[in-house]
């Protein structure tokens, strides 16, 4: 076989160099010839620079042609500053295996001859035809840059996937990995049906949501329909968003996915309040959606919290939410009564506490409509008393006449009740108060205003001839189902609530429950709860709808039960148990915490904080406001206006009975005709074996 005349040229050139490269720096360290073979090496050094810069393919190819005169240079340098000729005749050796690398490896003959001559002895080969080779359809003569060229080239390796060819490839910038694929299909008004996303992320090797395919409209100068598809490879991108995601990308994939907390949702900005240390969320949903649904159990835990933690308020407003999160609960705060807070202002509102996301929560003393009723609902120990003191604070700073009657007497009540007009204890003091409201509806009715005519109260109105009376009816429920006295109770304070708004008579109502089949009519419950802000506190889980149900709250509006603490958990109880130590005591700070219903659904509120213990004086005005003296002269005329607290007078609940049996001269309560233009009492209010007989003897006569 013959020898390639390259091949023997460069075996030649290495052959005779290697006595020189090992003689020279040892003969004439400064020689020219030293000069020339270092400056090849820079040479070949700079030949490796250019091909690693290089995007072209052939890098390797590239190096291994400048290695012989780089390391030529290598041993030249290494001879030069050895002594002698070196240890073992070191220089000779280099030489010589620098020589024996170039015969085996023959870089500048091997790189640039195209192809061996053939054996002399071999014939050569018939000449055939061969067929011209299909154009591959990637193969587009349009120009393309060098980026699309390598991505179509790779397209066709992997089988042009659904069937379809690269137009144009664009890289990412700053995504090494990641690029845009604008795909046609190969064949002419077919469109693309079976390109999946499983098949551009096997042609990629990356991960199936790594890959996102859309459809292309059509534009200028381009075509679109079925045929094209848009296809996105985005592996760097999709691991920077899982590692560090950007708030718009957080809350798209954890909170507005499909099936996510806020279905739907688009993130709208992220604002932090320090003070208060509050962080809110604001998003909204496109309109055509409707309503945004929140399931707040899963949106606790995208936010890392529990809903039982009290953390969370969400605020929904037609097609925005606000999601309010809280360093620590504002449930647990205490939020200190001032008077200023107190104070109501022009429209007659005052701060009753603060709501879940920090807003203040505001109650109101009179309506539109007239004066206000008022509904508080709070278990034993929720808070009630507490919330009543604020109410009548607000009520006496604005100028009110305030009454109080409660069922039966406490410490707290009895501190209020020196604040007030009147204050009493007992469901017969409670019909006393009830009997001289509904006559001042009366005796209002017909007082002339400055004006000589009669109206309607109205506080934005001069020359009004009387104040308004706010009257408190604490634990109502037990006064109305008292043997004696509850069926006028109930029938007295229905009136008032009917009527009572019109004459600036107010009636406010506190206990344990507002159910009707505990004692409440459907009418006083109606007519309080349109004409009032309700408030409840802390009710019991399996209470909650049933409660809001009477208020008429729609079923959907109907909030969940309140946590029974707003405490953290104490972390360690893995620990406590191996130990065998005894849980911490639960601390429910949850007084004063319920809802507020002012409008169609109800708030989660924490009421202020009125301090018994170191006095209320300086919540109240330093005059108690009382009734006119006319209005006093009209109930005292009808017998109405006394020391409350006596026991029944004669006749005050109906005729005397007969003394012929030798009975002791008590009055009898429950039945005949009462003073004060009240309605018979009901004759289905029988709750006692007692009235039960004496029912009965009113009927036979005896």
């Known amino acids: 076989m013959s020898v390639p005349r390259s091949v023997a040229l460069e075996r030649t050139l290495y052959t005779l160099a290697a006595p020189v490269l090992a003689a020279a720096p040892n003969l004439y360290p400064d020689n020219p010839v030293n000069t020339a073979i270092q400056l090849a090496g820079v040479a070949g050094a700079g030949g490796w620079y250019l091909a690693y810069k290089s995007d072209e393919a052939g890098t390797g190819r590239k190096f291994l042609r400048w290695s012989p005169l780089v390391f030529a240079a290598a041993v030249d340098v290494a001879a030069k500053n050895t002594i002698g000729w070196g240890p073992w005749c070191m220089d000779a050796l280099l030489a010589a295996g620098w020589a024996a690398a170039g015969l085996l490896v023959m870089p500048f003959s091997r790189h640039t001859r195209r192809s061996h001559r053939p054996a002399l002895a071999a014939p050569a080969p018939a000449p055939q035809l061969q067929p011209s080779p299909e154009p591959s359809p990637v193969q587009l003569d349009d120009g393309a840059d060098h980026f699309t060229r390598q991505v ?150 995208a936010l890392k919290t529990k809903y039982d933690e009290g953390r969370l308020f969400v605020t929904v407003d037609g097609s925005q939410v606000l999601v309010s999160l809280w360093d620590t609960s504002p449930l647990a705060q205490v939020f200190p009564a001032t008077r200023e807070l107190l104070t109501p202002d022009a429209d007659g509102r005052w701060v009753t506490g603060y709501l879940g996301n920090g807003q203040p929560a505001r109650n109101r003393v009179y309506t539109d409509r007239g004066a206000a009723h008022g509904i508080f609902v709070a278990p034993s120990g929720g808070g009630k008393t507490q919330l009543m003191g604020l109410h009548v604070a607000a009520d006496a700073l604005w100028g009110a006449v305030v009454m109080l009657a409660t069922e039966a007497p406490d410490e707290k009540t009895a501190a209020l009740g020196k604040h007030t007009a009147r204050y009493g204890v007992g469901a017969l003091y409670m019909i006393r108060l009830l009997r001289a409201m509904v006559a001042l509806m009366e005796i209002r009715g017909e007082m ?7 109206h309607e109260w109205d506080p934005t109105r001069p020359g009004c001839p009387y104040r308004m009376l706010s009257a408190y009816l604490d634990e109502f429920l037990s006064a109305a189902r008292h043997g004696d006295y509850g069926a006028e109770i109930m029938d007295l304070a229905e009136l008032v609530s009917v009527k009572g708004r019109k004459y600036g008579v107010g009636l406010k109502v506190a206990g344990q429950s507002i159910y009707v089949q505990d004692g409440f009519t459907q009418l006083l419950c109606e007519n ?112 109405l206006w006394f020391d409350w607290t006596e026991p029944p007078r004669p006749g005050e609940f109906g005729p005397e009975p007969d003394d012929e049996d030798g009975d002791d001269g008590a009055p009898k309560k429950g039945g005949g005709k009462r003073r004060g233009g009240s309605k018979p009492a009901r004759r289905d209010a029988v709750t006692s074996p007692r009235q039960a007989l004496e029912a009965i003897k009113n009927l036979s006569g005896v």
């Open 152 to 301: 179509r080239q790779l397209w066709e390796n992997r089988g042009l996937p659904g069937r379809t060819i690269v137009i144009k490839a664009t890289p990412h910038p700053g995504m090494p990995h990641d690029l845009s694929l604008l795909l046609r299909a190969s064949e002419a008004g077919r469109p693309i049906t079976g390109l999946k996303e499983e098949d551009v992320a096997a042609a990629f090797e990356v991960d199936v949501t790594d890959v996102r395919i859309e459809d292309v409209a059509r534009q200028h100068g381009r075509g679109g329909g079925p045929g094209w598809k848009e296809v996105h490879v985005t592996p760097d991108a999709n691991e920077r968003r899982r590692k560090a995601p950007t708030a718009h990308e957080w809350w798209a994939d954890r909170i507005g996915c499909d099936g996510g907390p806020v279905p739907g949702s688009v993130f709208v900005e992220k604002v932090r309040d320090a003070r208060r240390k509050v962080t809110h969320y604001v998003a909204r949903v496109p309109d055509e959606m409707g309503e945004p649904r929140v399931n707040l159990h899963a949106l606790a835990a």
């Open 448 to 454: 002339p205003w400055e004006d000589g005519q009669v």
């Open 528 to 639: 309080l709860r349109d004409n009032c802000i309700p408030v409840v506190l802390k009710v019991a889980p399996k209470k909650v709808t049933d409660m809001f149900k009477a208020l008429g709250i729609a079923p959907e509006h109907i909030p969940d039960p309140l946590p029974r603490s707003f405490s953290p958990e104490e972390k360690g109880r893995i620990e406590r148990i191996m130990r065998g130590e005894p849980e911490p005591p639960a601390d429910s700070n949850t007084g004063g915490a319920g809802w507020i219903v002012e409008g169609k659904q109800p708030e989660v509120l924490r009421t202020l904080f009125m301090d018994f213990k170191a006095g209320i004086d300086g919540y109240f005005p330093d005059t108690i406001a009382t009734l006119t003296d006319y209005e006093i002269r009209e109930l005292e005329a009808r017998d």
